[in-house]
């Protein structure tokens, strides 16, 4: 099955800096690729996504890449502000299959200080 | 106005006592998904259903029953909980593949004790 691996863990910036979060997966025929924001105590909410037909994607201050070849993914934040703190997901699909699964890495905290 | 609610919201029980964790959406949504959190882990499938009476297996269905009997309502059971299913469960709904949005529950907090 899919295998998704995220680094780092734990990540600390300042206020107005940027972050980097990424991830590898193992299936090549995955295709889609979320991220997902978790505050303290709140549930996972998508906040961007990316298809495999799509090299970069981009909403505001944030930013996906993907490289199919090296099978990796990114996630960027610039100006990083204080509500970005918290646990960020990436994850992998097959999107059209008869497989809907949908496999997480471990997360990443990001802690933003002011 | 769009919701998925999961009940109860804590749950502390015993070993071996049956019970059952319910999930509604009103969202009109074909895909629900059952994941477990734990720390250092992340969030793993348990199970998931692609329409009314169809269910598969996700990456931890060891000890989880399910059932898609209406659209609405994806149950999660739990036949003779252990203590290693301690953990943080959310219930997902999306539009119909994984491809899309997944819209999850507040979440279910279970001690099995």
């Known amino acids: 099955g899919e295998n998704v691996e995220q680094h780092p863990s734990t990540l600390s910036v300042q206020e107005g800096d940027s972050a980097v979060i990424k991830c590898t997966y193992s299936?090549?025929?995955?295709?889609?690729f979320p991220w997902y924001k978790q505050e303290l105590g709140k549930r996972p909410q998508l906040i961007i996504d990316?298809?495999?037909?799509?090299g970069e994607k981009k909403d505001q201050r944030i930013a996906v890449t993907l490289n199919k070849t090296a099978k990796h993914f990114s996630l960027h934040i610039t100006e990083t502000q204080p509500e970005d703190s918290a646990v960020y997901f990436c994850?992998?699909?097959?999107?059209?299959?008869?497989?809907?699964?949908?496999?997480f890495g471990k997360g990443t905290l990001l802690t933003v200080n002011p | 106005e769009a919701q998925v609610t999961q009940n109860p919201r804590y749950l502390i029980t015993v070993t071996g006592k049956k019970l059952t964790v319910t999930c509604s959406q009103n969202?009109?949504?074909?895909?629900m998904s059952w994941y477990r959190q734990d720390p250092g882990l992340g969030l793993r499938q348990i199970y998931y259903?692609?329409?009314?009476?169809?269910?598969d297996k996700g990456d931890v269905p060891e000890g989880y029953k399910v059932s898609r009997k209406e659209k609405r309502n994806f149950p999660l059971i739990l036949e003779s909980p252990s203590p290693n299913q301690t953990s943080l469960y959310f219930c997902?709904?999306?539009?119909?593949?994984?491809?899309?949005?997944?819209?999850f529950g507040p979440g279910t907090r279970l001690t099995v004790t």
């Open positions: 990316i298809r495999s037909n799509v």
């Open positions: 994850a992998a699909s097959k999107v059209g299959g008869s497989n809907y699964k949908l496999t």
């Open positions: 299936d090549s025929a995955s295709n889609y």
């Open positions: 969202m009109n949504h074909e895909y």
């Open positions: 259903s692609m329409n009314v009476e169809v269910t």
């Open positions: 997902a709904t999306g539009p119909g593949l994984a491809g899309y949005e997944q819209y």
